[in-house]
């Protein structure tokens, strides 16, 4: 059973925007940390941005670029990208850490690709 479906991905050119969602099918509080993570080809899987509560966190490299924002009413978060450089194409996947119970979850990802 898939528990976090991402969707939005796609090919844009550099100096783009392109908005991720990703829809939980398991129940998450406000509480639970909701994340987006990324590997490139050849890289190491990092996490690009988080948000639990009313915080957020980003990788350095994406700070004034990205935006993740939740949706509660349709049990989403969003990845709003801006102003996209070859160095952000990647796969994204959607993570979830719930505490109660203690869990976590993955989606499938979807790829991101930027190029001329």
């Known amino acids: 059973q898939v528990q976090l479906v991402e969707s939005g991905g796609g090919l844009v050119q550099p100096g783009g925007s392109l908005t991720l969602s990703c829809t939980a099918f398991?129940?998450?509080?406000?509480?639970?940390?909701m994340a987006w993570y990324r590997q490139g080809p050849g890289k190491e899987r990092e996490l690009v941005a988080s948000i639990t509560g009313g915080n957020t966190k980003y990788v350095g490299s994406v700070k004034g670029r990205f935006t993740i924002s939740r949706d509660s009413a349709k049990n989403t978060i969003n990845l709003q990208m801006n102003s996209l450089k070859p160095e952000d194409t990647a796969i994204y996947y959607c993570?979830?850490?719930?505490?109660?119970?203690?869990?976590?979850?993955w989606g499938r990802g979807t790829q991101v690709i930027v190029s001329s």
């Open positions: 398991v129940r998450i509080s406000d509480d639970d940390v």
């Open positions: 993570n979830a850490a719930v505490f109660r119970p203690a869990s976590v979850y």
